[in-house]
C-alpha cells in the first residue's frame, strides 16, 4: 500500500488513495486473506481515518485588516450612540424557483418530490434575496430580484428599506453608515455602487458612510451570522416552489432574541455591463477618510433637500 500512501514529511501526517477493497484485492495478489472490516481496524489503529477536507487556510490577508475590523466598530458604535441607522448589507446565494432540492432536512411523513437535476431552464425563475440588516433594532429587509445583482439592483433595495422603514423609524437622522463586503454589487470599486448611492443621497438628502470588511473576511458581516443563516434554517429542506413560498419564508424568520424579517418582490429587470462615465465620476461628492481611504468613504448630497415651509 505504500506506492498509495501520500504525507507530509514534516508533520508526519499519511493517508492513502486505496479504498477499503482495492487494499483487500491488493493485500489477497500477495498471498495475504485480509477482509476490508480488518483492514479499517488495522488502518485505525495506525491512526488512519476517513475525513473531510477542513477550510482552515486562511491565505495572504490584507494588509490592515484587523485595523479596519476596529475602524468599522468604532464607527458603528458611534453611529448607534447617536440613534443613527446602522445597516448590513449584502446578497444571499442565487435560488432556482420551482420544484428543486433544498438543503436540509424537516419533520415529515413523507420526503418532498424534486426534480432529479437543477436545470436552470426548469425553473419559474430565479432569486436574488439583497438583504439590509438594522444592526441596531435587529430586524431585517429582503428585496428579492429576479434578473441581475447589478449596483443598481443593491441600492434600489436599499432605498426600499429607507422608503418603507427607515425614515419613518429614524427621522430626523439624516446620517446612514452602511456595512458591506468588497466585491459583488456593493464593492469598493465599483464607481456604479457609488454613482447609485450617490443618487440616493441626493434624493432624500443624506449623508451615507460606507465601510467595507477586507477581502476574505465577509463571514463577518453581520449580516451573515445574524440574519442568512436564520433565513436558510427557516427554509431548510423546503422546495422553494413560488416567489409567493420563498417571500413567505422570508417574512416568517424568527428568532428568540427578537429577529423579524419583512420581505418584497422586485420585478424589474437589470441589465449587466453598465459603465459609469469619468464625467459622472467627477461629479460624484465622495470624501476619502484618512484610515484606508479605498474602504472607508462618505458620500454627501449634492443639493441639500429644502425644509417644507
Not at 434575496?129 to 443598481?152: A, C, L
Not at 443618487?199 to 458612510?209: M, N, Y
Request: hydrophobic share 35%; charged share 25%.
Amino acid at each position: 500500500m505504500c506506492d498509495a500512501t501520500a504525507g507530509d514529511p514534516i508533520s508526519g501526517l499519511k493517508w492513502t488513495h486505496k479504498s477499503l477493497r482495492a487494499v483487500e484485492r491488493e493485500l489477497a495478489g500477495r498471498g495475504y486473506e485480509v477482509s476490508a472490516p480488518t483492514i479499517s481496524r488495522l488502518l485505525q489503529v495506525r491512526k488512519y481515518s476517513l475525513r473531510v477536507n477542513h477550510k482552515r487556510l486562511a491565505g495572504k490577508q490584507s494588509l490592515g485588516r484587523d485595523e479596519q475590523f476596529r475602524y468599522i466598530a468604532r464607527q458603528r458604535k458611534a453611529f448607534l450612540r447617536h440613534g443613527r441607522p446602522v445597516i448590513s448589507v449584502d446578497a444571499k446565494k442565487k435560488e432556482l424557483i420551482g420544484q428543486f432540492k433544498n438543503p436540509g432536512r424537516q419533520w415529515r411523513r413523507a420526503p418532498h418530490e424534486v426534480q432529479m437535476y437543477d436545470f436552470p431552464h426548469t425553473a419559474i425563475g430565479k432569486a436574488i434575496p439583497y438583504g439590509i440588516y438594522d444592526i441596531g433594532r435587529n430586524t431585517g429587509y429582503v428585496v428579492v430580484g429576479v434578473s441581475h445583482d447589478t449596483p443598481e439592483f443593491a441600492v434600489r433595495a436599499i432605498r426600499s428599506w429607507w422608503v418603507n422603514v427607515g425614515r419613518k423609524r429614524y427621522s430626523p437622522h439624516t446620517q446612514v453608515l452602511i456595512e458591506a463586503d468588497c466585491g459583488g454589487s456593493n464593492g469598493n470599486r465599483s464607481h456604479a455602487w457609488q454613482a447609485r448611492l450617490q443618487d440616493f443621497a441626493d434624493e432624500f438628502g443624506l449623508t451615507i458612510t460606507i465601510t467595507h470588511y477586507p477581502t476574505g473576511a465577509s463571514k463577518w458581516n453581520p449580516i451573515e451570522h445574524r440574519m442568512f443563516n436564520l433565513i436558510s434554517a427557516n427554509w431548510s429542506g423546503q422546495p422553494l416552489e413560488s416567489y409567493e413560498t420563498l417571500l413567505n419564508y422570508l417574512k416568517t424568520t424568527r428568532s428568540t432574541a427578537g429577529f423579524q424579517c419583512l420581505a418584497r418582490l422586485d420585478a424589474k429587470s437589470d441589465r449587466t455591463g453598465r459603465t459609469v462615465s469619468k464625467e459622472e465620476v467627477a461629479r460624484l461628492r465622495v470624501r476619502r477618510h484618512r484610515s484606508f481611504p479605498h474602504w472607508n468613504y462618505t458620500i454627501q448630497p449634492r443639493v441639500l433637500k429644502q425644509s417644507p415651509s
